[in-house]
Every structure is written in structure tokens, then in C-alpha cells.
């Protein structure tokens, strides 16, 4: 099977579904050795990685005529993690309405502000309402569009997603990104420069969750 190049809006789940595969089949093939290194979290993945699918395999399992049986698909749904921020700190106990390729699902945070729901991995878009009347606001969501932390774009992603205003994630840095930059810095307890560097990086990723 042919090498394919990901696209926004891809992760690896939805790659595998694609070609009828669990993720996992497609990550720790031996040909995506070099795609593991260059990207240790499968859940983030970046346009234009190439990823090696590997074929189909076709699995027997014997079973007596005249009687029902009971297969599971591994690894299906998916499971969208997300933890609720505002300017960092966690929107916890509050209740949240959550919309998913039509389907609606509400519940409660918990103390870390956590969402967690089953999904298709191929469900590309969502919106998240957390609070109720004059506290409520509400989140869009796209899935699979979260970039690495190398890239601008990924720095200003997990900014927003906990809370900092700092414009589209479109890897501008302008005043905005600078200005939310230098908040989380100050919150984290790093050098408040605006600048990216390493640790600031590295504090985004830990804490975002990714």
C-alpha cells in the first residue's frame, strides 16, 4: 500500500480507519520508524508526515455453525479527552453540554475540569458548552487540528485551549500571541520575554496534557 501524506485536519485514528486498520498496526510498522521519532506522540501529527500504511490482514476465527458469537473491534471508538481551562486555570464541577457529529452528550466537569466522551475517529468537529446562563461559554472544536509545539501554530493552539487570547492559530505571532505568551509565563513562573523558547515549550506541553 502506497505512503500517505497527512493533511490538516488528519490523526493517525482516523488515517487507520481510513484503511480499515487500528491505529497501532500503522504506527509501530517497521517502516514508520523514522515517523515515530520525529513525532513520540501519535496523537499529534503534522501536514505533510508521511506515514507508511501497511495492508489489510485478514484474521480467521473458528466458531460452531448454528450458534451466535460476539467479535470486538479493538481500539474503536476513540476517546476525546479534554480538560476545560480559562487563563489557565481549571472550569471544575461545572455542568457542559457536548456536540459531536450530530450527537449531544452532557455531564459535569470534574475537579481537573476534564470532558471525557467516546468518539468516531473520524469525527472532525464539536462544540463544547461549559457553565450555565451568564457563566456559560461556549468552545468549537476541531479535531485532529492540534499542531506540534515545534510549530507556531501548535504554540498558539495550546494557548487557547487553556484560555490565553492570543488570536487564530494561524503561526502569525503577532501583539496578541506575544501578549498571551508572556501571561503564561508569568503564570507558569518562567521569564516573562514573549520569546519561545525551550522551557516555555516544554511548559505548554505539560500544561496542556500534550
Known amino acids: 500500500m502506497p505512503n500517505y501524506t497527512v493533511k490538516q485536519g488528519d490523526c493517525l485514528s482516523s488515517i487507520a480507519q481510513k484503511y480499515g486498520l487500528f491505529w497501532k498496526k500503522v504506527y509501530e510498522h517497521p517502516k514508520n520508524a523514522d515517523f515515530r ?14 506515514v507508511f500504511v501497511p495492508d489489510k490482514e485478514e484474521k480467521k476465527e473458528s466458531g460452531a455453525t448454528g450458534k451466535r458469537h460476539r467479535f470486538r473491534v479493538k481500539g474503536v471508538p476513540e476517546i476525546l479527552n479534554i480538560i476545560v481551562k480559562k487563563e489557565g486555570y481549571p472550569r471544575a464541577n461545572e455542568k457542559y453540554e457536548l456536540e459531536i457529529d450530530g450527537k449531544t452528550f452532557s455531564g459535569t466537569t470534574d475537579d481537573d475540569g476534564r470532558v471525557k466522551q467516546y468518539i468516531s475517529p473520524s469525527a472532525k468537529s464539536g462544540k463544547l458548552v461549559v457553565g450555565e446562563e451568564l457563566e456559560a461559554e461556549e468552545y468549537k472544536l476541531k479535531l485532529g487540528y492540534l499542531d506540534p509545539v515545534s ?15 492570543c488570536g487564530k492559530a494561524d503561526g502569525d505571532m503577532q ?9 503564561f509565563q508569568a503564570k507558569a513562573g518562567l521569564s516573562v520575554t514573549g520569546e519561545i523558547d525551550q522551557s516555555t515549550k516544554d511548559a505548554l506541553v505539560q500544561e496542556h496534557g500534550s
Open 151 to 165: 510549530e507556531d501554530s501548535g504554540v498558539q493552539s495550546r494557548l487557547k485551549n487553556l484560555g490565553f487570547i
Open 37 to 50: 521519532k520525529k513525532r513520540p506522540n501519535p496523537n499529534i501529527i503534522y501536514p505533510g508526515d508521511v
Open 175 to 183: 501583539e496578541k500571541t506575544i501578549a498571551a505568551i508572556k501571561k
